[in-house]
């Protein structure tokens, strides 16, 4: 028996031999370069699945990653999924050459990685950018992701990394002075501070081009809540124009090809759920370092039921932002926050904007107002605008006096949309259930990841009118019936749904004062 | 901005929320078993690129892999590909249900080797049998598979992972005893030792039924070179008649499902050459239980050029065979043998042909003769046949006698080939280039990699009549003219390009008296 034989033997092999083959196009998109070659052939040109060939025709050239059937395309034949056949300007029947490329420079570079062995700076550059010349194969994205998962990166890996992610994409250069960013380590139900604070910052005169995303596991991402003021997908010289004009933008990042590689790393991640540190600090700190950030604040929401659930795994993270950030240049200020409980009353995108334009008129819900003018006072400090203990009531004065409601209106209208609108005008699903309580009692926990569930279950992110109202928080003390929250859907089937998970997922847990009883 | 999310969340909610979508069917072999969803859709079902559906129709299920798109496949629609629309019979417009199903067991196991913590029996039970219901995606797997090479697998996980290896293919049982198997860990040009070996141990007696590979990146595998002689592609029934009968074969182990894992886990690590000891301990190891083996030899080719450059990887290879075969009830020898230079005299499938039955009639070359007898006499041995140190000659014996030669006529018929077949009907290709000595010297290194290289580019394995012949071997005195080797092909082209690469990969180097010349 044959064992897996090396890489090297099979190149050097075939770099003698050069083959032509008739295009076969598939009009279907693989979401990747790939080409399908006749399994007896390509193994009679040394060529097997996993491998690169270039494909040449008319003086273009195309390296695309192989996959081999005996059935689909037969000796003589290439088959090109659309992306490829697209990008060539192959039609069927087209003769183009074949030739197996050099094994990409990254294997060894991910071999030595998984060995132990830390990656220079150049290696770093090489996998990204081989990375994004599709010459790696999920298996060897994995391998790498899972080798850095293990070994670990150190802060010259890290920084590499960063690097070569913000070269990977489009840069944002506004040419103005401070530009500033924020960021959300995630997991908190609701949490729409960047709202708040985008028009508390941009009243201020700084600048903040903010790139937010849609909604993964949650009710709403900030892009999404956003959208249902504005539209929210822009190029990156839009939002450049609607930043110099109005100090802030709220955009959906993907629509912008800031930090590209991170999107291609995420879908790696994502599959296994593996948050490599190093790439965890690279992919967030490459977004602020591309949009041109000078001063960052983050929110590391601690406590029962996040990501951090203790303050010591919380601190870690907050010293490695500073450590990471201060070889980027970038001042960096880290807030632990208590992210227990969802911040703000709704969840859901349409209710989220009232909870958010009721705090830009300074109303309730207060721990919305409150966190927001705290992570808009660090900013405000870190860049000199107010002296040191001044930033939470230079930021509420900002809300107060009607500047950072104002400055929203006028990033509302840049961005498309109605800068008069009401939160009366903002439509919300007419189909409601309302939960009681059953006995009396404290509230224990309001269960962000339950919040979530049930909010998804009536139709968000999708139906922007679907959410929940919760109308009590931790520490509350409440009476039997006395209303805990609602559901809220665009339609009576979505709702029954969400009614149903209530049973099993009821997000509000009361403290019971008698555990058990015996008779 | 929203992290990563925990596959935990995704299921939950998504497990009350299946949702029916028309086939559109696509005719193309994707090679697994993919479906491909409406992005939006599928994102306000909570299903992400990655993630598992069940597709229901008429009560037939399957699972398959979600791919995402925005274009191909429209709201209310599921793009199938080939292999799963033809299993569950569906016609482009038939009606399914998707439902997300939990995410395998295996994720977490996966993720659980990665930070360490060794896999229990079932858990390595589980891996295999989600991997062979198609369940884990290629990241999974590669993941999977560079865990265990950067934590290694202890004694108990590789002993686990041979046992899943077994149970996830077909078994061969004989009924009869005792049942030897014999395995070469490779990389040595020639060494056709399978083909002198099995009739020999079969003219004793013992069982052997053996299966081979063909080449990789080799000239010709064991099955490329006994297909000159006779069919290799049988199915295990028709193996089991054969050995039955003949007490030995010589089949293509890939026509056969025998250790059906093993084909998925060396696609992954093909891919990066990754060869985890324990993975490959467990691969070598399943296909011998497999085959119900009580005795099996390992020929571990050792020396400069190989995979085994210093005796002590060797030997550390050795003993873990060793300490994992009494696990499994084998009783394993192994032999590390002299691989720096190709055995026998000829490369190629027909001209290993040559080699094997000239062997077999008690011919040279010398080298292939002695070590078949080798490798032959340990199994005599071991199984009794004959006593301690008896083993060689008795080999010989049966190669002298005409014994194995007779046998060996029995199985090239059994197989259906033409036992009556003389070396010189074997054809081989008429086109030849000779290569000469260019000075006098002695043979230094003939080198295994470059003579399969040059092989290859003549033709081998596709062209069985293609390949090398070599005139000399390592310590021979040549003199400047003598005769090196030649090569041998089907074409007068492919001939041209291999002999064009000799000139960067001469195989032969002959030592220099004279390294350097000043005047």
Known sequence: MENVDSVTARVDMT?????????????IESGSFIAVLNEREARENGIFTGDRVVISTRGNKKIVIVDLSEEVVERGEIGLFAETSSELKLQDGDLVEIRQV??????????????????SNEEVDTVISEMMQNRLSDVELASWVAGMYIRGLDTEETVALT?????????????????VDKHCAGGVAGNRTTMVLVPIIAAA?????????????????????????????????????????????MVWGGAINLAAADDKLIRIRHTLSLDPRG???????????SVGAQY???????????????????RSLARDFLTIGSRLKL???????????PVGQRIGSALECQDVLNVLQNQAPRDLLDKSCQLAGALLEKCGTVRKGRGYAAALDLIKNGKAYAKMKEIIAEQGGNPNVKISDIPVGKYTHVVEAEASGRVRLVDNRNVSRIARAAG?????????????????????????????????AKLDIAVKMIEDMNPIKLQNIVLGKMD
């Open 163 to 179: 690097k070569a992610i913000v070269k990977s994409g489009d840069t944002l250069d506004l040419g103005k002075k401070p530009v």
């Open 102 to 119: 050099g094994v990409p420079s990254s294997i060894s570079i991910i071999h030595r990685k998984m060995d132990g062995i830390a990656m």
């Open 205 to 249: 005169g700084l600048y903040i081009p903010k790139t937010s995303s849609r909604a993964i596991s949650s009710a709403s991402g900030t892009a999404d809540t956003m959208e249902v003021l504005a539209p929210v997908e822009f190029s990156i010289e839009e939002m450049r124009r609607i930043v110099l004009k109005t100090h802030g933008c």
């Open 15 to 27: 770099k003698y031999r050069p083959y032509a083959a008739k295009v076969k196009r598939f009009d």
């Open 331 to 341: 001042d960096i200020e880290c807030l632990i926050t208590d992210g227990t409980d």
């Open 296 to 314: 960052v604040v983050i929110d590391i929401p601690a406590g029962m039921g996040t990501k951090f659930e203790d303050m010591a795994s919380a």
């Open 279 to 289: 790439v965890l600090l690279a992919s967030i700190l490459a977004k602020k370092v």
């Open 460 to 492: 968000a992110p999708h139906d922007k009118g679907a959410g929940l109202i919760l109308h009590c928080e931790q520490g509350d003390k409440v009476n039997e019936g006395d209303l805990l929250f609602e559901v809220v859907a665009e339609s009576e």
